[in-house]
Every structure is written in C-alpha cells, then in structure tokens.
C-alpha cells in the first residue's frame, strides 16, 4: 500500500486549495482514507476521513473542508476553503483496511508523505 499525498503551498487567508491522496495497492471501496495535520510544535490532528459508509469532519473545519474520492484514479481530495492562518501545518493522508470511520493518528497503519499548507498574507 502506498498513498501520495500533494497539492499544497501557500496560500492567501480565504482562499482555498485541494489536496490530493493518490493511492495503490488498496481500493477505496475498503479502506478508510484520512487526513491529518501536523502544525509545528504540536500534535499530529484528524481533520476529515473517508469510507464507503460516509464521511467525517473535525470541528475545527467543519463547513470549510470537503472530502471526496474518484474511485477510478484510486484517488482522495480534500477541498479546503476559506483558509485561516491556523490551518498551517504539514498535511497527511492515511489509510485504514477498514471502513469505520476514524481521525485517529494511531488506528491508521498506511501512511503517505505530507504536503505542507501555509496560509499566510
């Protein structure tokens, strides 16, 4: 199993960005994708996850962020709007070979490189 993560940068406070997880050796349909964020001097944080049974947000992006999947690229977006300077961080896709959803760092085994988001004037 291997997940890519990419699509970030910097970017003005409001605007938005769409990361990209880009995954092999698993389908979608079974596994449970999920992003994290990492800011500096603090922990590893669950921000939306994926599966065939829905869809989760944490509250600190809740109407801000949209998570979805095309199935035939093998691939997870997350949509991020209205960005705020606390959404700086290094993001992180993960996966899961269940279908429970969950944004626990520590129940994800496949792990991607991160993508770094600066939203910054």
């Known amino acids: 199993v291997q997940l890519q993560a990419s699509g970030g940068g910097l970017v003005q406070p409001g605007g938005s960005l769409r990361l990209s997880c880009a995954a092999s050796?698993?389908?979608?349909?079974?596994?449970?994708i999920g992003w994290f964020r990492q800011a500096p001097g603090k922990e590893r944080e669950g921000v939306s996850c994926?599966?065939?049974?829905?869809?989760y947000y944490a509250d600190s992006v809740e109407g801000r962020v949209t998570i979805s999947r095309d199935n035939a690229k093998n691939t997870v977006y997350l949509q991020m709007n209205s960005l705020k300077p606390e959404d700086t961080a290094v993001y992180y896709c993960a996966g899961r070979s269940t279908v429970f959803l969950s944004v626990r760092p520590n129940e994800y085994a496949y792990w991607g490189q991160g993508t770094l988001v600066t939203v910054s004037s």
């Open positions: 050796g698993l389908a979608l349909d079974y596994y449970a």
């Open positions: 994926l599966s065939g049974r829905g869809t």
